[in-house]
């Protein structure tokens, strides 16, 4: 059943991102985690219920991560998920209110630690990313233009193969970089997922996508897993970007 005309529709990123955001929105009355069976189900559209947390019932959309702002922005969804790392490489008019503490790491220079890289005006440099405007305002900020090389995954093969001397990807545990003898330099931004609402919505849903903005808000702030999740990635008392 297509949810009523109040009823709200999220594009959600699949992947880690979706298994983080299940309890938190469980919680607030968006039981996504009643309906979807797990990685093996393909199914990308969910209807869900009118429930007394979410009286014009909703519409979940399971899209690519780095497909969720265009989604957003372009009104089929009136609220999203996604990563600061998604939302700062792409400039988008959306409203973002809340930041949800999920999805935490951080993105980073790294290179090879048997081959650092020196950093100096006029000295070429390659960086392979999937984030090149990211990647190209920090270097340039620092008086430096390097090559940039884009990727879509596996980023940290660039320096071991001689594509790039460095690359500019995200770090979690550090697992990756060290199984590939890579060495962090410098964070660039911490990363968290946001809330992301389509401005028009905010307008025309504006009681049930604010119930629903507060109610996420109560869940974080008694939420200790969110806190422990954050405090993961990011060095205490450091804010945004690094
Ligand atoms: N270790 C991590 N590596 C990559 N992204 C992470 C990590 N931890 C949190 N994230 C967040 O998850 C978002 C989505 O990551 P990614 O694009 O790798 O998708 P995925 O979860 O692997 O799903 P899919 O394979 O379907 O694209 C990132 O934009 C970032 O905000
Ligand atoms: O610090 P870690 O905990 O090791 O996590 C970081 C790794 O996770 C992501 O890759 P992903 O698994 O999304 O694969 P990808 O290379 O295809 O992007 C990211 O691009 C790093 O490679």
Known sequence: MAPRADGLTLALPKGRILKQALPLLRRVGIDLAAAWEGEHDRRLLFDLPPGPDLPGGARVLLVKPVDVPTYVE?????????GSDTLGEEARDLYEPLDLGIGACRLAIAEPAARPTPLRRGVSLRVATKYPRLTLNHYRSKGIQPEIIPLFGSVELGPITGLSDQIVDLVESGETLRQNNLREVETILYVTSRLIVHPASLKLKQ???TALIAALRDALATDGSTARNVSSARPTGSEGTA
Not at 74 to 82: E, M, S
């Open 74 to 82: 372009h009104g089929v969804a009136d609220i999203g998920v996604a």
């Open 207 to 209: 009681a049930p996508i």
